[in-house]
């Protein structure tokens, strides 16, 4: 079983179930509300979990009663939180999630507590991989960079101003289309495998700017895509790191993450490693 340790965020998620989403200004009314655990943090450290490894998760969260909330699947999944704080006077970080039939979403967050992580909760790693997001400070991506020295896996979401140096050290970037497109030439520093998601279109893995694999999700009845990219970085994270194939390692992460779509809200929905290989 592989150890990795996941560095990123813990959000309370509020979602509504809409008819359609709302343009700017408008005004959608008739939702169905949940709530369910979150944060992309969060969310891989449980999928990669729940995919075979044995997952550590460095994160903040508040003092609230939502902090609970955020941390009851991750506890119940098995997931060693010894290294996730609780900031006095903080809040859990909350996301705002709009969801349509069709599955796709808006999302909003209010980071909260995330924003308290520090440099100094990553100086000392040890596992087999880690990985990483940008929605805590950048400057603790940077730090566990240069600090680890193991699998390193980077998933820049949402976009942001990263420093090269993560780009070249990272053994694996992960981002979707748009990302991609946010990034743009940036990404040609990146010394090791890419992985470029196009939600239910052909996913990529380049090496070098050359592409080296291809895969395509399974069709699914798609319900919430809350989750679906944090799957595919985890699983294809795991996959990796237990030594698959670059193909067929994409192969998996596609399955996991179209697999993730098929329930209500980011951690329910989060496939077991039977339930994905059913799909392939």
Known sequence: MSSIVVVGSV????????SRLPAPGETVTG??????????GANQALAAQRLGAD?????????????????????????????????EGATTGTALIAVAPSGENHIIVAPGANRMLTPDDVEAIHADALICQLEVPVPVVVEAA???????????A????????????ADLVVVNETESNWYG???????????????AGIATLAR?????????????????????????????AVSLVEGQEPEQALRYACAAGAVATMKMGAQPSLPDRDSVLKWL
């Open 158 to 169: 949402p976009a942001a101003e990263i420093d090269v140096e993560v780009l070249q050290r």
């Open 185 to 199: 030439g940036s990404l040609k520093a990146c010394t090791g495998l890419v992985a470029t998601t196009h939600g």
């Open 11 to 18: 959000n309370d998620d509020i979602v509504a179930s809409v």
């Open 146 to 156: 240069r600090a680890f020295r193991g699998f390193f896996c980077v998933n820049l």
């Open 55 to 87: 997952v550590s998760l460095i994160a903040c969260v508040g003092d609230d009663a939502a902090a609970d909330e955020a941390l009851a699947l991750l506890r119940r999944g098995g997931v060693d939180l010894s290294k996730c704080r609780r900031i």
């Open 208 to 236: 070098d700017g050359q592409l080296i694999a291809e895969a395509k999700p399974p069709s699914v009845q798609a319900v919430d895509t809350t989750g679906a990219g944090d799957t595919f970085t985890a699983a294809l």
């Open 31 to 40: 939702a169905e509300l949940g709530r369910f655990p979150g944060g992309k």
